[in-house]
């Protein structure tokens, strides 16, 4: 696609529920990122992909946390039994240039608001 | 442990006025500093800046780095109310995160 698309785009969910995030990157970049963003703070690193393979996971907050992605395409963050302290807004980003974190293009992100 | 910090936190100023936005870094593994712009959620990026001393430079925009200093400015002149936004600073490293500052909030009044 043009940019990179998620979705949703806004998530309400109740606490101690199970939410899925998806991630479709541009076309072609090998390299995709999540990250976190809460309010009034600048975005906070999650997850690295470089191809179908997590090359940094470090900055998973706990093992509520996975993301996927099985074909070195689309991503998915799986969040497990979702904590009030989990609402922020998630920013998927994507590069083409492996090895490097230049010029990753963000996506809309999700808003997650757990309730 | 790795930190970003960006001053001010919040700006207000008047259409045509030229603005100075502050990073300072502590990273351990510097590759390179980045800029962003960020209007509701998407980060659009501005600038990345590698080398000390060297201005990029785009349209009434523009950014150094000093790497002495551990810092980095973005310059905004003639401003316009269509600059309002968070503009955020991000150092890559080695590793190939991002670490960002919190932001800083640019409001233009027409």
């Known amino acids: 696609g043009a940019g990179v698309s998620q979705t949703p785009s806004n998530k309400v969910t109740e606490k101690g529920k199970y939410v899925e995030l998806r991630c479709d990157p541009i076309?072609?970049?090998?390299?995709l990122y999540w990250y976190r963003q809460s309010l009034g703070q600048g975005p906070e690193f999650l997850i690295y992909?470089?191809?179908?393979?997590?090359?940094?996971d470090s900055g998973l907050p706990n093992d509520r946390f996975f993301a996927v992605r099985p074909e070195g395409s689309v991503s998915t963050l799986k969040i497990q039994r979702t904590e009030r302290g989990d609402s922020a807004v998630y920013l998927c980003?994507?590069?083409?240039?492996?090895?490097?974190?230049?010029?990753?293009?963000f996506g809309q992100g999700t808003r997650l608001t757990v309730v | 442990e790795d930190k970003v910090v960006q001053s001010p936190l919040s700006l207000v100023v008047h259409e045509g006025d030229t603005v100075t936005l502050n990073c300072s870094y502590e990273?351990?593994?510097?590759?390179?500093l980045l800029w962003y712009k960020q209007e509701k959620k998407a980060p659009t990026f501005l600038f990345m800046l590698?080398?000390?001393?060297i201005e990029k430079k785009s349209g009434r925009l523009s950014s150094i780095l000093d790497k002495k200093e551990l810092s980095s400015i973005l310059n905004i002149t003639a401003t316009q109310t269509g600059d309002s936004a968070i503009y955020l600073c991000?150092?890559?490293?080695?590793?190939?995160?991002?670490?960002f500052g919190a932001g800083t909030i640019l409001r233009v009044k027409s």
């Open positions: 980003a994507s590069s083409s240039r492996q090895g490097m974190n230049t010029e990753a293009f």
């Open positions: 076309s072609g970049h090998t390299a």
């Open positions: 590698t080398s000390s001393g």
């Open positions: 991000a150092v890559g490293e080695y590793g190939n995160k991002l670490v």
């Open positions: 992909f470089q191809g179908t393979g997590a090359a940094d």
């Open positions: 990273v351990t593994n510097f590759r390179s």
